[in-house]
């Protein structure tokens, strides 16, 4: 590999990054395959920078990727809008590519967990993750006022 991750918790260093690859793409099997990759992220990463409830923003880590000359690009993984992507600048593409490939192509076994959160797009309660390497996956409408208490949660 050309670059070594490392991650970090300091969310200042994503100031200026916008989106440069997607990690999955939209097909028959999307849900299972997000719920896979955050649990495959957490064995490789740990715990993310941070965690919220809305489901277009449910996580992000922040990876610095170094060569081998010592540069260091900073990249962020993380679940937004459009689902799991890499983030960072654009000087930092190939970098964000090999990660890609790092956590796609990585044997690494999904860790167990549960998340819970809120699409508020289609008033939808979210409740995913994986117990003993099995995959469960779930969304509901919400009432009315299930969304109005999700929302002031969230916000």
């Known amino acids: 590999?050309?670059?070594?991750?490392?991650?970090?918790?300091?969310?200042?260093?994503?100031?200026?990054?916008?989106?440069?690859?997607?990690?999955?793409?939209?097909?028959?099997?999307?849900?299972?395959n997000c719920t896979e990759l955050y649990g495959k992220l957490l064995t490789i990463f740990g715990q993310p920078a941070y965690t919220t409830k809305?489901?277009?923003?449910a996580y992000c880590y922040v990876i610095i990727a170094k060569d081998e000359n010592g540069s260091c690009h900073t990249l962020s993984v993380y679940e937004g809008s459009s689902g799991p992507a890499i983030g960072g600048p654009k000087s930092a593409y190939d970098a964000a590519q090999e990660l890609k490939n790092y956590i796609v192509n990585s044997d690494a076994t999904p860790a167990d967990y549960e998340y819970e959160g809120y699409y508020f797009d289609t008033s939808s309660k979210i409740r995913r993750g994986i117990i003993g390497g099995e995959v469960f996956y779930s969304e509901v409408e919400m009432s009315a006022e299930e969304f109005e208490q999700a929302y002031k949660e969230v916000y």
Request: charged share 20%.
């Open 54 to 57: 809305s489901v277009e923003n």
């Open 1 to 32: 590999m050309k670059y070594h991750f490392e991650t970090s918790n300091n969310l200042q260093l994503m100031a200026g990054t916008g989106k440069l690859i997607d990690l999955i793409e939209l097909n028959p099997q999307y849900s299972k």
